[in-house]
């Protein structure tokens, strides 16, 4: 892991790593992963472009109110954070059916 390597074609391959949660790495691979660049969690107008690009493929009735609810409500969020919620409400459907027992026949 120390610097860049060759592959066998002359390739150079570059090990980069990424965590939320820095203070979880053990001090050994701490130390081998000299060069640190902190990335900052999404800003509100970011969380909404995230949460919009996320969205724009599935059908939901958000209005404008329940969206800027919903970012407010997202702070300290990281994009993948973001991800997951948004997941996690397009599987909402499914197990309120599921719920229910509503069974369907092909």
Known sequence: MDGCREDEDGKIVLLIGATNRPECLDEAARRRLTRRLYIPLPC????????NDLLKDQTHTLTPRDFDKLVEGTEGYSGADLNSLCREAALMPMKVIQKLGIQFQN
């Open 44 to 51: 509100h107008d970011a969380r909404r472009q995230i949460i």
